[in-house]
């Protein structure tokens, strides 16, 4: 066994281990086991950052996700005053805007996930033709 990849559903053995993980890196308790992916090493770059940090460089990397979140939640809280105040009027279009803006952070979120995506394929695509 000690020459063949364990199946998804084999029991975990010592035997097959890749070369980046050792024995300490399982979980204790885990009868399967399956390394995570190595695209996860770039999710979880950044263990040392904190959580003021990593909102920044997401902030930085599609910058109108947070104005799309601003703006849902100064309708919100316009719109949760003007019920307060009993303005119906006020309130139902506070509302209405708070969905609009709800709208406009997933197109905005979409939108940065595509256009991610899309540099980075261009940016593999040219990295190939740089090997040739």
């Known amino acids: 066994m000690p020459d063949s990849k364990p199946s998804q559903y084999e029991p975990f053995t010592m035997d097959y281990l890749p070369a980046t993980l050792s024995p300490d890196d399982v979980p204790s308790g885990v009868s399967h086991y399956m390394p995570p992916p190595p695209e996860f090493k770039q999710w ?3 263990e040392n950052s904190s959580v003021r940090q990593k909102i920044w460089r997401s902030a930085k990397q599609n910058p109108v996700v947070p104005i799309g979140m601003a703006a849902t939640v100064l ?9 307060k105040r009993g303005d119906r009027v006020q309130s139902q279009m506070m509302m209405r805007f708070r969905v609009g ?3 406009f952070t997933i197109v905005a979120l979409l939108g940065g996930i595509f256009a991610a995506q899309y540099y980075a394929r261009k940016e593999q695509e040219e990295l190939k033709e740089s090997k040739k």
């Open 44 to 46: 979880t770059q950044d």
């Open 75 to 83: 309708a919100l809280g316009l719109g949760l005053r003007a019920m």
């Open 101 to 103: 803006a709800q709208g």
